[in-house]
């Protein structure tokens, strides 16, 4: 396979950062750095957001909390507020009974929201900002062979001339999801401890068009300010709401009941028995979109460390991959490219600094020490928020805990927070979250404990009481 | 890169079977598919067994055990005793305390001993067998590229010829090691739960030379019936014998510790303090080796599923990687290939049924099934052994409990196992054995507490009755 020097990379002064991976997380990152005054090179294989196909093993839509936003807001480029306008804000679960009946849970007492938004709008909206930096180069088409970290070279075909290309850089970040080449490369040269789990479980997607009212416009067949959910123990449903009126659904369930439904009647048959109210929704033509649509399997990913020397870091799902029951995939990565940012900032990794100087070994290791821990606290969160979503919100000791837990922390806003507020409404770090949500456990249970006794003497007393005098 | 198809491969009838992986567990599998009378071709990136070179990052000797014994007799070729004839018995382990002090503790009660081979005296013979049948053709500096299940096809690069040439096999066996590339391969066609995870300890080898007796013959310098160890809690050095009496010594330690001692005299002081009866033993001059030689890391692997269809299977380091504490790497891998075969036996695979036909599907889920829950087993013992011989091994409790635990195995010798023995000297289940020693760890524990309370009791009688009478 003949390599020849790329002939279009920026011969600007001043360090370059080649991005592999150009997704949500890879875009912003090539944000912030064109900030730092780096020359940014991104690298990705699709042909451009337009091609739809390249996204079919992705779920259409995500939804959007304060950590992503707070990584948007950072950018200084007005994106939190930009994004606002084509998000549907969600502000708590609506939870689908068996026998049809809704119950809606709030996200938080306080009236706070995560928002659904579709992923093909952001990535625009993240593709069409890298073009008020002249700093920032994409290469679309372009697949990544192989890398060299100390030499800091990276071999690519592009796919559309059919060549094969190669790139310098002095940093290389792996952007590149799941599946990451870049961090394939990184576990050549790095001690690497790397674990991948597929669970059981795999999802399917449908959908739910919008209704014509009288008036013959479009409406939403749901409320659309929910998440809505139908539990069913052992396995789920989800919907999210998008801006044409429409909502995804995700049938979550283990591949065995997948395997059982074969056939049309089948598949009626189950809906009928748990999801009746979606058949008249979906419709029973659009249903059969279950035996089309791809069925995607959900992958657990840890890695450490995260980065090699002062040469390359991986970021965003290429690190750590989790399942998606706790909403936090996307805000995660976002929150990677701020960390990093932050960091960069406080050991003063600038971009005109090209000799091989210990800023950028110093900031990368402080990046994987720093960041590893939250990324394995979110990934269990987010495997046990399953159990959450498709079980525990109809267990009613969950809800009556969830109540006490919302009082106290209305009464004590800064002492007593539930840890769906602290993952989703806050910056907190991860691990801090479930250090504190354990902490906080312990004390609920001494607390309804002592609760528990004082209430049995009561009793004692008052029954005492009524014997003696009545 | 241009791949031509291989014009040397047989075109006989029957089943063919690709080896990829040359080493102790490929060689042998060549040799049980051989004598099922499938066309066996075995692919490898060393030039051959005397390029010693490509050894560098492989321990010299081995400990050679029941398993692997068996594995070895049952190719029907008299393996297991024409073996014997080049391997040292190991009876125990001689612990090296602090001062100088030697210890023997035996492996076995009924005297069963390990045999310390080296590597390539096994592969060598391995290989001269695999002449007997001309069903095996073996190809060596073959490194693979690439392979496609499905298709059954094989990419490799001749690295002496620098040639690309594609084969094609009915089945796949990936025993390529730690590294391997089928196991990398089958990971984008099965969803792999796949562990890898490097300890903080490495390793470095170093020799102690043969003396030379009064008469001017060469000596072992210490007892070579025995596995030496020097267990330093946080840290160890173990010896074992080699057939030109000298003994490879191998010091394990956490990198921190590797990477404190820089200088010469640094190397002497950590020796004088922690094995100084070695010094004199291995020689000043030589003990330098320790900064030549390179610093090996430790590697657990953990995976599954190991098959894919009836198309591949993955044994021996490939499909699990252990820590070497256990000496149980080769033998369990030996192991996976008899365990395969016996597998094949059951489920009537032969070598002239070559339709679609569902008999080395079964064999192979079957031998994942059966497998893996063994595999993991023994890694996490290798793991825990670690403790046992840098550490336990001088705990006065441990050796009691060693102790009673001998005498029990003495008179009930089929109800009262050591964990030791089950592994090393039978062949029973990784997975039964660790049950097994569980249940009578629990055992131990119920009698250890009633004799306490039992000789408690006859204390206090005592103590009564002679306050009583005196």
Known sequence: MVFTESTTQSKAPG???????????????????????????LFELRKGTRNQASFS???????????????????????????????????GRMIHLDKGELRSQPYGIFGECIYSVERKALLELLLNTTKKFTNIKIYFQHRMKTCNFDLGLLEFENVAEEIKVRYTADLIIGADGAYSSVRSQLMRVVNMDYHQEYITHAYCELTIPPIIDDKGDLKFAMDPNHLHIWPRHTFMMIALPNLDKSFTCTLFMPNENFDAIKTESELINFFELYFPDTIPLIGEQRLKEYFRNPRGSLISIKSKPYHYRNRAVIIGDAAHCMVPFYGQGMNCGFQDVEILDSIFERFNVTAFRNDDSLDLDLAL???????????????????????????SVVNPWYLIRRKIEGWLHWLFPTIIIPLYTMVSFSTVRYSDAVRRWKWQSLLLNVIGLIIGVVIALLLIFLYKFLCRYI
Chains 1, 2 share one sequence.
């Open 365 to 391: 290791k402080e990046y994987t020490k720093f960041r590893h821990e939250d990324a394995m606290a979110i990934c269990d969160l987010a495997m046990y928020n399953y159990i959450e979503m498709r079980s």
């Open 57 to 91: 093993q992705k779920s259409i839509n995500l939804a959007l909390s304060t950590r992503g936003l707070s990584a948007l807001a950072n950018t200084g480029l007005n994106l939190d507020e930009i994004v606002l306008n084509f998000v549907i804000p969600m502000k």
């Open 15 to 41: 360090r370059r950062v080649a991005i592999v991976g150009g997704g949500l997380v890879g875009i912003l990152a090539a944000l912030y750095f064109a900030k730092r005054d780096w020359n940014v090179e």
